[in-house]
């Protein structure tokens, strides 16, 4: 049966064409040669094993796009592909890797611009003036970077719609916590994952990829170094520098979970909580719109291993 999406797969034999975004070699119990695929549709993304071959056999490579025929069947309470052939796609056929790149649901450049006029409403021009020029001098990075390399906001300017969705909420997290450097909030969250300029790469198909020093340091201390290295060239006060960089350090909230330090201040633990929540409610929105109501998830391994529920609507 030829579909069109990830989404329209099930049980049985079926033809569309993906995006490959990794071909892994593996050998089986047997000692035979299998290869396990990664690919995606721009949307969704599917793991599928080709049995008794090897990745020298093959026509195609990983990131470009292929014509796969799937096999379907129920395996451990899940469904289990099997690639049964495959081939490149053809230009005759009118698609290309452009079509199947993942890509933030609100344009980047859109995002961009409603972190710029935050910054631009800032009281604290010290702050305005740090962040407005970090967020300048990186503008193409923030465009096109991912906040991740899977779990959540992984695609193409989810680093943005991670940042501009928390903005929101910490704008009603302020205005009901009236205590709260509102400014300071807005920075922490605009500045709260930077470091992941460097931490991470991500490339013209969306595919991303941990640098040399994202591997060694994490993007807290990065994002650290960052700030202050911009703090140093625009004379920014050492008080400032000092909660603005303790955010960025506390907000994965433990050290269990990366954090560098616990916050201790009142605007670092609702960054963490902010952040928190949007990592969460990411991973909550991909996973129901791939269920039916009245039904259950594959069990979550981001979530601790819950199985979400989708309400059905009356």
Not at 245 to 268: K, M, S, V
Request: aromatic share 8%; with cysteine; proline share 3%.
């Amino acid at each position: 049966m030829r579909i069109n999406k990830i989404s329209e797969l099930s049980g049985g034999s079926f033809e569309l064409f993906l995006l490959i975004k990794d071909i892994q070699s593996k050998t089986a119990r047997n000692g035979s040669s299998f290869l396990t695929f990664s690919f995606t549709d721009g949307t969704d993304t599917l793991s599928a094993n080709m049995w008794d071959m090897q990745i020298d056999s093959l026509e195609v490579s990983a990131r470009e796009v292929a014509f796969v025929s799937l096999e379907g069947k129920p395996y451990n309470g899940k469904m289990s592909y099997t690639v049964e052939r495959i081939r490149p796609s053809y230009p005759s056929e009118g698609v290309s890797v452009s079509d199947f790149v993942p890509t933030s649901q609100i344009p980047p450049e859109t995002l961009y611009d409603f972190c710029i006029s935050r910054i631009a409403k800032m009281e604290n021009k010290e702050l305005s003036a740090l962040v407005g020029r970090i967020y300048s001098d990186n503008r193409e990075k923030l465009l096109h970077h991912s906040a991740a390399r899977s779990v959540h906001h992984n695609k193409i300017g989810e680093l943005l719609w991670h940042i501009a969705r928390m903005l929101k909420l910490a704008s009603y997290v302020a205005d009901t916590y009236s205590f709260l450097d509102r400014d300071m909030l807005a920075s922490g969250v605009l500045l709260h994952d930077i470091g992941k300029l460097d931490e991470l790469s991500t490339d013209e198909m969306g595919i991303t990829e941990y640098t040399s020093d994202g591997c060694l340091f994490g993007h807290a201390l990065l994002g650290i170094e960052k700030v202050r290295k911009y703090a140093k060239e625009l004379g920014t006060s050492d008080e400032t520098v000092r909660c603005l960089t303790h955010i960025i350090a506390a907000h994965h909230g433990t050290r269990d979970f990366g954090a560098i330090a616990a916050p201790a201040t009142a605007e670092a633990y609702a960054v963490h909580c902010i952040d928190l929540i949007d990592a969460r409610m990411y991973i909550f929105e991909e996973n129901l719109s791939k269920i039916d109501e009245a039904s259950f998830s594959d069990p979550i391994y981001a979530l601790e291993g819950t199985r979400i529920y989708k309400p059905k609507k009356n």
